[in-house]
């Protein structure tokens, strides 16, 4: 064999293990890729039935949905994991206090009929508003399609969920949003508008209450009102009813950890256990107790129905604890100021 033919074989040899690695990539992009459009088509096609949506347009819609990773990295770091003393001053801030007040002038007449109508406190309506979006002014960033894309097939720990969601928005096609489905923004975790409804809360809470036959929760300021309002209503808030009250725990007094913030002990229960309140209230009232690690330690709190009204929006005790806090100041700020 000449020293030619030699050589090339030897090349030969040398390059094939990189051809082949090529071509192993290859067909693995492709069989993923295949993968992903059966995936999508068979989701298309769920959605189609339940929805009552053409399937080609679903799946269209669907395949312009793009993987976001720094939507995953935000929901590996909620702001919800911070501390109490840490976590209040974000929302519970002179800022946002004297803009709530400022919103709740400009529009008393629309806010206190909603609430008047929903039976609803209407400072609690300002207050998740500005929690939210303050007042309007951020309302998300990110297509919501690739956030419940994401969120639905990259993020297993809550893919249900997030499926779910993606279905119900796909669901509603475009003639329900203000703009097409691929155009509409949300946060990271697909809420949308002033106060940011997930989709499925959109279908079962969301009110037109301008009546001009759309919702919209960006540009209709009753639709928002009303919408935020009647979702409390739904979950049962107890009009004039408290939210939550101090306690200060005594000596020895139990230590309590209830899981959750529905209102499942008597209100005396938790007095005999050592926590009672810093105000009197009825003794037979259902209540919880909610700890957080407050600026100077420990902080003890007494929570009823209306509190878990509250974590039915957001399920932190600090989401529903700085919303109360907001809404409480800005009801005091609207006091000093009347005439």
Partial sequence: MSKVACFLLSAGACLAPGLFAHAADAAASTSQASAREADLARFAAEVAREYRQPAPAVLATLRQARFQQSIVDAM????????????????????REREGIAFYREHRELIERVAHEFHVAPEIVVAIIGVETSYGRVTGKY???????????????????????????????????????????GSYAGAMGWGQFMPTSIAKYARDY????????????????????????????????????????????????????????????????GYAPLQHYDPARPANLVRLDGEHGPEYWITFQNFYVITRYNRSPLYAMAVHQLAQAIAAGLQDSAP
């Avoid at 590996?76 to 800022?95: C, G, L, M, T």
């Avoid at 969920?161 to 155009?183: H, S, V, W, Y």
């Fill in 143 to 185: 297509r919501v399609l690739d956030a419940l894309y994401t969120l639905g097939f990259h993020y297993p720990p809550r893919e249900k969920f997030f499926r779910g969601e993606l279905a119900q928005f796909l669901g509603f096609g475009d003639a329900e949003f203000p703009e097409p489905l691929t155009q509409v923004r």
């Fill in 76 to 95: 590996n770091r909620p702001a919800e994991a911070k501390p109490w003393k840490d976590y209040r001053p974000i929302f519970v801030s002179a800022q």
């Fill in 210 to 273: 301008d009546g001009d036959g759309k919702i919209d929760l960006w540009n209709s300021l009753p639709d928002i009102v009303a919408s935020v309002a009647n979702y409390f209503a739904a979950f049962g808030w107890e009009e004039d009813g408290p939210i939550a009250l101090r306690a200060q725990p005594a000596d020895g007094a139990r230590t309590i950890d209830p899981g959750g913030s529905e209102p499942v002990y008597p209100l005396e229960q938790l007095v005999s256990w």
